[in-house]
Every structure is written in C-alpha cells, then in structure tokens.
C-alpha cells in the first residue's frame, strides 16, 4: 500500500506515460488547450463553463461481475448510454479503498482502488474509454478526513511521538471527578454525539466531524497539504479532468477549540443545534483553495474542481470562487436553487437573479439531485403532476445560466425508496438516527437499466447491496429509450437543443414577467443576437403569461416553439398574451 506523499521510482518512470495519455484523451474530445485565438479575440471558454456533469455513484450503478455492487468496469459498459444523454464528464463518487463505514467516504489509500470496485488497470481502462466516448472523468476527493484505517492515522493514534500524530487533530481534553476522558468542547458529529473520540495508546482525543471512523486533517500542518496535493497529483498525471470536493468547507477549525454557540433545540440525532462558527467556513479555508488551484493550473486542459459547498445566501458562494479573482473553486456547488420542497416561481427568480449578479459574473453549478438528498421527483412532486413537474425542473436545470449537475436515474424520474423498517438501514446516519432520520439508502439503490431480471438490468445477483425499487418495470432506461414522450427522451431533448444554441451556452439571462407568482420566464439572449425564451407554469391550473419583451431590451416579433411539455404550445406573436397548461414547460425561439 503507498502512503500519501512517497513517491515511487515507478511514479516518476510513468508520469511521461500518463501525460502522453492525457494529451491523447483530450484529442479525442477537446480537454486540451485550444489553439490559439486570433490576436484580439476572446479566448474560448473552458470546457466545463456549460458542461452537463453526471454522478455516478459506483456501488449502484452497473454490476459486472455479479456480486450485487456495482464497480468500475460496469461504468465503462454503460459509456455508450451516457454519450448518447449527450453529458461532458461524469463525477464517480469515491471507489479507493476503504473500509466502507461511509461508503467510501473513509479513505484508507487515496492511490489506488478499492477490490470491490477494480482495479487500477480497470481505472486506466474506464478512463480511456471514457475518452473515446467524448466523456471527461472527475474523480472525488475526500480532503477533511481520512480513514482510521488510513496508515497515517494508525501511525499517529499510535504515540504521540509519531511523525505522524500531528497531521490530526487532537486534545487532552477534560477529566471528571472520576477520571473519565472528556470532550474539549461541545462540537458534535454530524453523525451523531460528541465529535471527540478517545485513543487509549496517546492518552488523548482526536477530533471527527463525522463518524468516529473518519478522523478530521490538521490542515495547518503543512505535510498534510503536500500529502494530499500529492495523492490528487497521482490522479492528474493519469488524466482525471478534476475532482468533486467533499466537505470542503470544513477543512480547518478554531485553534482554541471554543465552544460553538448554541441555537437551542435539538437535531435528529438529539444533540444540541449549534451555530458553527468555529468548524465551518474559516478564512483559511481560502488559503488552502488558492493554492489548490494554483497546484491544478499547472496540468493542460483546463482541470476542474467542484466544491461541496452549503452556504445560507447566494453572495456567500463567491468567495469560493475567489470572488474578483476566480482563483479558488471553478464551480462550488450551488445548492440553494435546487436542493428544496418549494416550486415557487419567485423564489426561482431571485435565486437566479441572485446567481447572475452576486458571483463576479462566475458560472453557478446548479445542483438538484445528489446521492445525499432526497430525489427532487419526490422533494417537488404533489404526489399528482409528479411527471410534469420533473420536466420543469429539467427545463430549468439545462436551460438557465449555468454548467448542470445531473444525478443518475434523475433523468428517468427514479424515485426515493426510504427504507421503512430499521433493520433495513444499510446508512449509519439512518441507524442512529431513527426515525427522525433514515439515512441516504433512498436516494441510492440501484440504477434501473431495463426488465431483464428482477434487479433491473443492474445485476445477475438477486441479492444487490440495496434493493431495486419495485417500479422498475415502468421506470427504466430501456422502456423509456422507446417511448418519444419519456422523460429520459425530454432530458436527451433539451441536452440537445442546449449543445445546439448559442443563446443557452453564452447567453445572458433576461427575467421575463418578473410579477407573475405561477409562472417562471426568462429570455436567454446570446451575443450574436440569438434569442430562446424558457417559461415555466410552476402551478396545477392554466396560467396567463405577457411578455413584454420589448420593454426589457428583447429583439424579436415571434415565437416559434422548439420544445413544450405536456403539449405543443402554436407560434404567435411575441407581444401575444400565451396560456400555459397545468405544470406546462414551453422553449421558444424568438424570431
């Protein structure tokens, strides 16, 4: 097993290889630096600026070799199916080794990959494949915490003189009347109870926000950065376009380990709510992700990073971009837009007018499903207009400004399937937590490819980590290739129509009806001139929309429709007042 940092003579005999092989991917798909522009010209956008990126979470993907998880070498067997989606680049959630107490979130070995998944040979495969398949892969990279499996955490729980002890975070802690060992402070785990755990062998307590299994980085020791800049340079020489960070708002803590202050109440998992101040979002934070950048900059082909990143308001997503400077995250995650209950046209409205004026003109990475959130079929849907209300979400999610995260199965309409007995829960959080929290297992079973057997396509074992969702029949990849009107087909539709139009992948956004409380309308206004108009009835009765274009700097007489859903929406006249059905979703091009 290497350890992070030490870097073999093979390494450096090969780096030449994985270089030559990058070159040859981004050939074939356009990863490499562009040629030149003419002298004055703009320089082209990178290539993530509108890309459409698909999460792949391995375990539940494709299986194949019928052990009822999925792995890497059934991701390059589903290639075919996610270039004809039409998506950039595909984000795998993380398959090193790992003792899978978060399901791969506890890294044991940040430089190869875990058996249950491949091997590395399999990995170089997926990935020149993926290439000829026109398709970038972005790996995700946990820097927070590593496994207590990891080598530098055994070593560092190991003594307190190991070279190692420090590249964690650790405290004396507290003794009581009776010598118990207690916590420093009242920071929690997100998983549940004190967020300290105690190491009989160094006499102390090491600090995890998450589950004890996963102890926290000491970031401000510098030989963990190098470490960890070293494990993901491992991963740029082989090629990855970039990587999706975990939790990376959380990397440095107080160094006074305060108190956080209390909010009052308790959560699901009945600690109390605190206001994290002192373990979330720390100016240093930004140090770390300048350098990052700095570090990723080097390589060809504009590498990317994603962030994990929860913030409360728009604005406080730009200093993850580097504000004026755009030189920390390329595309933090965007979760305000998407990751909610409410289909609220105003609220949509001002999230994304918020996006178009808050961020120093940086692209938003819109965000509605994830293998953490309830499926936004579930989240948005009246139980009624489930359909319908998919298909605006999908309409908003690839044709407003922005480079579009999709989740698989989002584009079939898979649902949540909550397990509903606790011996059921294969998540932590969800054992924990019951009943107040079930855990992630909903939003993660197994992606429904067809009917050939009872688990969908998925696998040859009938025993699959977690079970497929019962309307696999009607839900699934196969039945809805042939059915026209599908919401796969309207998904590869406006994937489409955004690749084709200019006004989607460069246009400025004009919000249209801006008092309509039912209706979402904006104008996507290309440079050249070309003109789309997106309006969504985000309510269950016919509403009335008026344009007004003119007033608002919109050239046009016109509108000829390019998509519509549930039904075909006439041309008319662009100062005509248009009603829009039920949950309709219309795509007009203004002429």
């Known amino acids: 097993m290497h350890m992070l940092g030490e870097w073999s003579t093979v390494r450096a005999c090969t780096r030449l290889r994985q270089l030559l092989l990058f070159t040859w991917l981004g050939a074939c798909f356009g990863s490499c630096a562009a040629a030149t522009p003419p002298a004055g010209a703009a320089p082209p956008d990178p290539w993530w600026h509108d890309a459409v990126v698909y999460e792949i979470y391995p375990r539940s993907f494709q299986d194949s070799d019928g052990d009822g998880i999925g792995d890497l070498n059934g991701i390059t067997q589903r290639l075919g199916y996610l270039e004809s989606l039409g998506v950039d680049a595909i984000w795998i959630a993380p398959c090193y080794p790992s003792p899978q107490v978060d399901f791969g979130y506890d890294i044991s070995n940040y430089e190869a990959i875990d058996p249950v998944y491949g091997t590395l040979a399999d990995f170089d495969h997926l990935l020149a494949e993926a290439g000829r398949h026109h398709i970038r892969v972005i790996l995700d990279m946990v820097l927070n915490h590593t496994s207590d499996q990891h080598p530098w955490f055994i070593e560092a729980a190991s003594s307190r003189s190991s070279p190692r002890h ?40 090491y600090y995890h926000k998450f589950y004890r299994q996963q102890p926290d980085l000491n970031w401000r020791n510098p030989k963990v950065e190098q470490g960890m800049f070293a494990a993901m340079r491992f991963w740029l020489d082989r090629g990855v376009a970039g990587f999706r960070l975990d939790a990376i708002t959380a990397l440095l803590e107080d160094p006074q380990l305060r108190d956080e ?29 300048r350098r990052l950048r700095a570090m990723i900059d080097t390589y060809a082909g504009d590498r990317l990073l994603i962030g994990e990143t929860y913030v409360a308001r728009t604005a406080q997503l730009d200093p993850w971009y580097g504000g004026a400077r755009h030189d920390e995250l390329q595309l933090p995650m965007d979760t305000l837009v998407g990751l909610d209950k409410r289909l609220e046209a105003g609220r949509f409205r001002r999230l994304l007018s918020e996006a178009q004026t808050e961020l120093h003109g940086s692209q938003p990475l819109l965000v ?24 605006i979400v999908a309409a908003l999610l690839l044709t407003s400004r922005n480079a579009a995260l999709l989740y698989q199965g989002e584009e079939i309409g898979q649902t949540t399937a909550t397990p509903t007995r606790v011996e059921d829960v294969r998540d932590p959080i969800g054992i924990t937590g019951w009943p107040k929290e079930k855990g992630r297992d909903g939003e993660r079973t197994p992606m429904q490819w067809d009917t050939s057997n009872a688990q969908a396509g998925f696998s040859a074992n009938p025993h699959t980590w977690l079970p497929v969702t019962a309307n696999y029949r009607a839900v699934n990849v196969q039945t809805e290739s042939a059915d ?37 309308t904006y104008a996507r206004v290309a440079p050249g001139g070309e003109t789309l108009l997106v309006s969504l009835n985000m309510s269950g009765q016919p509403q009335t929309i008026s344009l007004g274009l003119a007033a608002t700097g919109v050239h046009g007489t016109r509108l000829e429709t390019l998509l519509a859903s549930p039904g075909p929406v006439a041309a008319t006249a662009a100062d005509a007042e248009v009603t829009l059905g039920p949950f309709a979703a219309w795509i007009a091009a203004v002429k």
């Open 166 to 205: 420090d590249f964690y975070l650790w405290s004396d802690g507290r003794t009581d009347a009776a010598g118990h060992h207690l916590p420093p402070n009242n920071w929690v785990s997100l998983f549940g109870g004190s967020a300290w755990q105690y190491a009989p062998a160094v006499n102390q307590l």
């Open 261 to 289: 202050p209390l909010l009052g109440g308790t959560n699901a998992q009945g600690d109390p709510n605190l206001r994290e101040i002192y373990t979330h979002n720390l100016p240093g934070d930004h140090e770390i992700i």
């Open 368 to 391: 509605f499903d994830n293998h953490d959130q309830v499926r936004s079929w579930d989240r948005y849907g009246d139980g009624a207009h489930n359909a319908g209300i998919a298909r």
């Open 484 to 520: 026209p009107g599908s919401l796969l087909n309207w998904h590869r539709k406006l994937i489409a129509l955004r690749r084709s139009s200019a006004a989607l992948r460069d246009g400025r956004t004009v919000m249209l009806d801006r008092s309509n409380s039912h209706v979402l």
